[in-house]
T-cell receptor, first 114, second 117 residues
């Protein structure tokens, strides 16, 4: 079965650089979520999109932005990177049409900021 | 506000022993409850979920969990632990807006399980 695809799996950037993470949800899933997991931390909700519109916002820094495109894939853009942005970034998707909030997570993108 | 508490940060059990991981939640309505497992450097895999109905739910890999509304708990259990169960376990509560359109998961801090022979 198709899963949530995230790219790149690993990314190394320097401070003040920008980074873009991509997420391809499971086909026919209409909702995408982004989570950030710092070392030894639980996943923190950043932002979500339903049918290409932002549906909820969590602890996402102003330096970050995200969007969902017409093909339902999503991108998380991070600018002016800081050391503290080093984390595992998860994308998840679900289907509102299915009537249940079962999120399927991707394998994550590990961002290291030097 | 919704929250999830996992009181045990680390647990060590012997292989073959029984396991119970604790989870307490705070949510104003009937919650959607989940347990996810994460191996080092890996993504989150759904073990089991509770939406309604039978309060004892069965999941993958021989895990089960029991929803107890009176205690606001959703503890995860396994009768006999295998070395491959060593991982981090996250309890989560799902939120839903009745106006429609979205939901999200709020995670607990996680419990790291170590299994020794």
């Amino acid at each position: 079965a198709a899963g949530v695809i995230q790219s790149p799996r690993h990314l190394i950037k320097e401070k003040r650089e920008t980074a873009t993470l991509k997420c391809y949800p499971i086909p026919r899933h209409d909702t995408v979520y982004w989570y950030q997991q710092g070392p030894g931390q639980d996943p923190q909700f950043l932002i979500s999109f339903y049918e290409k519109m932002q549906s909820d916002k969590g602890s996402i820094p102003d330096r970050f932005s995200a969007q969902q495109f017409s093909d339902y894939h999503s991108e998380l853009n991070m600018s002016s990177l800081e050391l503290g942005d080093s984390a595992l970034y998860f994308c998840a998707s679900s289907s509102q049409q299915a009537g249940a909030n079962v999120l399927t997570f991707g394998a994550g993108s590990r961002l290291t900021v030097l | 506000a919704q929250s999830v508490t996992q009181p045990d940060i680390h647990i060590t059990v012997s292989e073959g022993a029984s396991l119970e991981l604790r989870c307490n939640y705070s949510y104003g309505a009937t919650p959607y409850l989940f347990w996810y497992v994460q191996s080092p450097g890996q993504g989150l895999q759904l073990l089991l979920k509770y939406f309604s109905g039978d309060t004892l739910v069965q999941g993958i890999k021989g895990f089960e969990a029991e929803f107890k509304r009176s205690q606001s708990s959703f503890n995860l259990r396994k009768p006999s632990v295998h070395w491959s169960d060593a991982a981090e376990y996250f309890c989560a509560v799902g939120t839903r807006r009745f106006s429609g359109g979205y939901n999200k998961l709020i995670f607990g801090a996680g419990t790291r399980l170590a299994v020794h022979p």
